[in-house]
């Protein structure tokens, strides 16, 4: 459940090695409570794991996934 410090605009990390390929993750903050993480992921098949409301689902990447959360 990352969180973006307050005063933050964002983070980024770029070409991590996740199984075998290379990920990027992006945090923007886009309102004083809201944060847009994008995901982005060198292949197919890979899916993110995201916790909203106490509630876990597996989102597919498809190569780019934008999530909106509130931080």
Do not use: C, F, N
């Not at 060198?42 to 899916?47: A, L, R």
């Amino acid at each position: 459940a990352p969180h973006t410090p307050i005063g933050w605009d964002g983070w980024r990390m770029s070409r991590m090695l996740i199984g075998g390929t290379e990920a990027d993750v992006i945090s923007e903050r886009i309102s004083p409570s809201s944060v847009r993480y994008t995901i982005t992921v060198g292949e197919p098949g890979w899916q993110a794991q995201v916790m909203t409301d106490g509630e876990v689902s597996l989102l597919p990447i498809d190569g780019k996934l934008e999530i909106v959360m509130g931080d």
